[in-house]
Structures are given as structure tokens and as C-alpha cells.
């Protein structure tokens, strides 16, 4: 626990001073910290930090940092404050990632009525104009369908829509002349992150440091995933060392997409061990961190 700990300490003194160095980035960067920090066992610290985002960076960025406050006050055991932090956040027009947050929050502890209510704030967009692109694919409609299905109520026509969306979509893949392999990603491990930036085996990520570089690939993976249709992935946690070795026998150039690629259906092929992504939402989260995937890759954060 205090490896664990000193880690996460390590980690939000790196994030405060990538936030001074990229402004631009400074909220999310900021929020990432505050995690640490709570992970770290300093949550006065973290909750400082939501404090200041909230004051200085307003809109969506404040009402991230207010959604995260209120959950950590509780699980503090702050419940009253974390009451009227929810209260006022109601009173506000609040953006879908940041209501969604608060809506698995509740439904978490078991308040499905609320949650219901704030599922229905992140979904609103969609109830607005239609969005029929995003139904298959909106985390926050889901959340809304499961915490329906919890209450007893019947599918009402947003779910419909969506459910029916789902269906096309898998009839379209079923109907393809060659069907595609699964779905496939692939990674490097949290401790060979460093070493894949010397080798030059990323690219493209700023600042060069593990969460930046994990946040990327969730991104990627979602973008992926927009584009095919899919909901699904099977990824491969890599080394870099098994990287190397494989172009190396090979001839191959271990920086070249294509022999990543290869790499990653080979592996899969020969039985290697893979993951399913994205993982529930209060499973570990795929990226090595500890944390629950909600609260660290998967949350709307860090989409």
C-alpha cells in the first residue's frame, strides 16, 4: 500500500508541473492530479485543487472538478456537503461528460430515482436533436437504459431508438461478404511507457510521460471504435523488449505502424493473453493505474 501510494504521490507532482508547463491543458491535467493525490492519501489536497479549477477555468472544466469534489466528500463520509455541491450543480446547465459522472455516482450508491435525473441532463443533447450517429455509442445512454431497467420502468422511446440502432449495426457486420477479425488494440505496460518513449516506439503524444500517453490510446480506441461502429475491443498489453525482439527477428523496423500491426495479430494468434475493452465501469482499469476504469481512463474526463 505504500508503494502504491508513493507512487501516485510521484505522479501528481509530475502532473502540477505539466500543468504550469502546458496552460492549455492545465484543468484536465490539474484533475488528473487531484486524483493522484486522493489515491496518494492526501485528499485535503485533492480537494484543493477541485476548489481552485472551479474558481479559475469555469464551464465544463468547473463542472468536472465540482462533479469529481462531490464524489470524493462521499467517499469521505462528507455527505452533507457533498449534498449541497450536488444541489448546486442541479441549478446549473450542466455539460453531458460532467452530469454523467454525477449520474454513475449515484447510481453507484444506489440512488437510481437521482441518478435517473442525471442521466436524463447527460442524454439531453440527444433527446434535443436526434443524434441518431450517437446512440450506439454514448456511455450515458446506457447508463440511463440500466438505471430504467433497475426501476422497473419500460423502454421508453429513447431506448427504443437506441436498441434499434444496435440492431442494425450488428445486422450490417453479420452481412459483410469477408468477415473482419475482432477488433483488436495494443499497448505498452505502464512500466515499459518511459522506455517506449527512448526507443521512439510513440509518437505524437505531448507531454511524453505515461498518463498522457495512456490517455491518448483510450482516445484513440474510442475514436476507432466511433468510425467502425464497434463497442469492443481485445487489446494487448505489450513489452517493449517483445516488440523489439519480434522486429528484430523479422527485419523489421519496430517503429513502423505496420510492423506493430503484425506484431499485435500474431501475438493474438498465438494465444497471448489480452484484455477486453473497455472494462466495466468499476473494474481496474486496463491502463495498470489502480484505479476503477470510471475514475481513470474511462471517465469523460479523459474521452
Not at 109 to 121: D, K, P, S
Not at 150 to 155: D, F, K, R, V, W
Not at 230 to 249: H, I
Request: glycine share 10%; hydrophobic share 35%; charged share 35%.
Amino acid at each position: 500500500m505504500g508503494d502504491s501510494k508513493e507512487r501516485a504521490r510521484r505522479i501528481a507532482e509530475k502532473l502540477a508541473a505539466e500543468a504550469v508547463k502546458y496552460p492549455d491543458e492545465r484543468a484536465e491535467i490539474l484533475l488528473e492530479a487531484a486524483g493522484q493525490w486522493a489515491m496518494a492519501g492526501e485528499p485535503d489536497r485533492a480537494l484543493r485543487i477541485y476548489d481552485d479549477v472551479i474558481a479559475r477555468d469555469g464551464g465544463e472544466d468547473a463542472q468536472f472538478a465540482t462533479a469529481e469534489r462531490i464524489s470524493l466528500l462521499t467517499e469521505l463520509g462528507r455527505t452533507a456537503e457533498a449534498d449541497e455541491e450536488l444541489a448546486r450543480l442541479g441549478r446549473a446547465r450542466v455539460h453531458p461528460g460532467p452530469a454523467e459522472l454525477v449520474a454513475e455516482m449515484l447510481e453507484e450508491q444506489g440512488r437510481l430515482e437521482e441518478a435517473l435525473t442525471w442521466f436524463n441532463i447527460a442524454c439531453r443533447d440527444i433527446v434535443a436533436d436526434g443524434g441518431e450517429a450517437e446512440l450506439f455509442v454514448r456511455p450515458g445512454l446506457r447508463g440511463r437504459s440500466r438505471v430504467r431497467r433497475a426501476l422497473g420502468l419500460p423502454a421508453d422511446a429513447l431506448d427504443q431508438r437506441a436498441e434499434d440502432r444496435r440492431s442494425d449495426l450488428a445486422g450490417l457486420m453479420e452481412r459483410a461478404a469477408q468477415p473482419a477479425p475482432p477488433g483488436a488494440g495494443s499497448f505498452f505496460v505502464r512500466s515499459d511507457v518511459d522506455r517506449a518513449f527512448a526507443e521512439g516506439l510513440v509518437h505524437g503524444t505531448v507531454p511524453a510521460d505515461a498518463p498522457s500517453y495512456f490517455r491518448d490510446v483510450e482516445r484513440g480506441w474510442r475514436a476507432s471504435c466511433d468510425e467502425a461502429g464497434a463497442s469492443k475491443l481485445r487489446v494487448l498489453p505489450t513489452r517493449v523488449d517483445d516488440l523489439l525482439e519480434y522486429a528484430e527477428a523479422r527485419g523489421r523496423d519496430p517503429k513502423d505502424e505496420q510492423t506493430r500491426a503484425d506484431h499485435l495479430m500474431d501475438r493474438i494468434g498465438e494465444g497471448a493473453r489480452t484484455l477486453a475493452w473497455p472494462p466495466e465501469r468499476n473494474a481496474p482499469c486496463w491502463c495498470g493505474s489502480g484505479r476503477k476504469y470510471k475514475k481513470c481512463c474511462g471517465s469523460p474526463g479523459g474521452r
